[in-house]
């Protein structure tokens, strides 16, 4: 009897995620592009409360904004990427954020032609 193949195909990329705390993002994002070569980054805001925030100091609806980052990675590349994102966003520091990276299952690499015409034209 023949054996089924594995419905999950493996992309051979990487899906890093980031929590940060407002207003890093942006920069990271840009950091990651110049200094990576990635234009792969999805950044959202979100709101929360720390795990740390101690009770006496949360008031009712208390919440912060936080960004989320989102960026996929080729594989062969993903540890180094997710390296240079932990420091540069200073993820490594006290209340930096959270960083998480998982496998990408059926991703389809999209690539834009150079010669794309201005949206004035």
């Known amino acids: 009897m023949a054996m089924a193949a594995d419905p999950v195909a493996t992309s051979g990329h990487k899906l890093i995620t980031c929590f940060l705390p407002l207003g890093v993002a942006t920069p990271l ?3 990651i592009k110049a200094e990576k070569g990635l234009a792969t980054a999805h950044v959202c805001n979100a709101r929360g409360v720390g795990k740390l ?3 006496e100091h ?4 208390d919440q912060a904004e936080k960004q ?7 594989a062969e590349d993903a540890d180094d990427v997710f390296e240079f994102i932990y420091f540069e966003a200073g993820i490594n520091k006290p209340h930096g954020g ?4 998982a496998r ?3 991703f389809v690499s999209l690539v834009l032609p150079d010669d794309i015409p201005d949206e004035d034209d």
């Open 68 to 74: 989320v980052l989102r960026v996929v990675v080729p």
């Open 29 to 31: 994002v840009k950091a």
């Open 58 to 61: 949360r008031g009712l609806g």
């Open 104 to 106: 990408v299952d059926n």
């Open 53 to 55: 925030t101690q009770t």
């Open 98 to 101: 959270l960083i998480l990276m």
